[in-house]
């Protein structure tokens, strides 16, 4: 099995379980941690994609690397915006649930959860 | 065959592009130096200039052949980064630049340092200026990772917008938007690097002419495909929609709704009709229009039963947003091939008066609001005499829309049905004429209440001031005369369709959607009416009285079939679904 072969295979493994938590998980916190794999399986990709340009005597193609860097910072800014917005709602509201209706009878409970 | 490449050199006027993204830009960052105390002033600089720059393109364009041009550093595509603007962008940026515009007047009585909380009115005025510079990039960005960064500026910029009350609902609401947004970003963000992989080159006008009906290349469709209708709040993608354009104050709404969902929209018209022109297939663009189809069922029955006005016109954004769908599989002739650009002509123009008229309602219903202390349509009676300017505002900014002659959105229902004539796709003309009768429904059933007498004098609990209904008025009025508009030199629309809009069928294509939504509004809305215990209404109900039930019992069926399709599970399975059946169907297809 090559290198590619090996990557591609856990880029896409990222991506299934990014998915899966983004999709299942119910705790907003654990949304942004899948998004964060989702997203890092995707940046895997474009690092296999950049292996194209080692024919043309290149180690590697260097636009995905940028591509790369791009995306990274974007979902950077994008985790913090969204763990702004959650403590933010932890301060108001006491809980950090997404569903309306599970949070008007968590008001009740002190715990918060 | 396609037409040759453009010319890879900066045309005459390129530099508008630059401008056009630089100057909100750099008002963001000089508001930031600046401080709370001269934000206003900034917004108020920005916004005219930014306004003078979208209507010197809109000049610029006819001249230069149709094309402007502007390599950054020079550079050529594939290593360089190209801005290109055509009559789809040019269009587009200045209806962004209009309705901004029209905002900015409204919201300049509303966002005083001073008047909400402290940081409220600061970050309004950012945001609105971050707002204007990621949507001009998306209309004249020419590669697809560029598209990507600006999509993600979009929803930064919007996002906050949500929450601007900081109340704990909305910072729910928001945070659901943004967890669902980067979803479909990331989906997006996976098609481009399979196109990187596939070409070597994310550059618009050049991927145009290498794609071919790949494998990968139609996965990396799917994919993108599924990414912008997430963030387009397509049906039955939209679990984040109405909580966040109904929960955000009004000047906001306006914008999230005029303009923010119309980013991704735009993106998804660049994929399908310039990067991989008709690729897709027939049977694709005809799921899009089943998910439009949908949209505009359910958006417009759940519209129909909401108890608050916002939340009415949060709805008829989701089936307005349906609506703009329907172009996609009149675009592809029998043999499905892309043929006909007057579909695309058709559902730009409806994109246009759309966003104008929904921020016009949006601003006169944010009036209204601010003078009632509630939006509850029930408690509207009598609310025509207290704001008689609001009022207007919303029934031409509502006439507009339902396509009454010679609204933007008439011309437009005109050139789509047309092409289902031409195509023989007659099943998308009912659902262009439902979609019609749909929208007076709930216009009619609002004025209805709004026209209704009162008792008791409305007593006013806000100022109403004069700006504020005017911005709106102008800017419904505006929706209203689209039609009349020289369009031809700018969108693949026939010159001479504008003619058509008046004389004796036009009276009868008038009258259809008119008594339609009439019914419609009897029959599905729950509310009683303030005139509901006059005789000729018991007699009317003694009539179709058990109809009404009937209508009113499937009407909560599709409420609770939307509040499941809302829960964040059930939204995430439909995604990958939709996801599946796009990429089945291109494949099937090629």
Known sequence: MSAVTVFGLCAAAAVGLGLY??????????????????GSGVFLMFGIVGRRGAAAGFGNDPVPQALVITGVVVAFSATALAIALLLRLFQIAGSTTLNSRAAASARSDPSGH | MLPPAPALVTTAGGFLLVLSIVVPVAGVLLAFVLGERYVRQVASTVVPVGLAIAFAVLVLLPRSDGHLVYLLGAW???????????????????TTAVVICAVAIFAATDFRPQSVEARAPFAFWILLLAIWGALNTIFIAGDLFTLYVALELLTFAAVPLVSLDGRAETLRAALRYLLFALLGSVLYLMGTALLYGLYGTLDIALLSHRVNADSGVLIAAALMTTGLLAKTALFPLHLWLPPAHAGAPAA??????????????????????DVMPGLPGLAAAQLLAALGAGAILFGSVVALRQERLKLLIAYSTLAQIGYLFLMFPLAFGASGKLESDQALAGGLLQAVSHATAKAAMFMAVGSIYAGLGHDRITGLCGVARALPLSVLAFAIGGIALMGVQPSGASFAKELLLQETARTGQWWWAIVLQAGGMFTTAYVVLVLSHALAPSDQPIVLVGPAPLSRDLAALVLALCSLFLGLLPWDSYLPAPSDAASKLFGIDALSKLLLPVLGGAALAILLSPWPHPLGSSAAWKALMRVVGPLRRGCLRFGSLIERGDEVLRQWSAAGISL???SLLLAASMLAAN
């Open chain 2, 576 to 578: 990958l679904l939709v």
């Open chain 2, 76 to 94: 050529p595509p594939p290593l360089g980064v190209a801005l290109r603007a055509d009559g789809l962008s040019a269009v587009m940026l200045a």
């Open chain 2, 252 to 273: 906001a709404s306006a914008i999230l709704s005029a303009l923010v969902v119309k980013g991704s929209f735009f993106i998804l018209v660049r994929l399908w009709f």
């Open chain 1, 21 to 38: 938590g983004l999709i299942a998980n119910p705790q907003p916190l654990r949304k942004i941690i899948a998004f964060n794999l989702l």
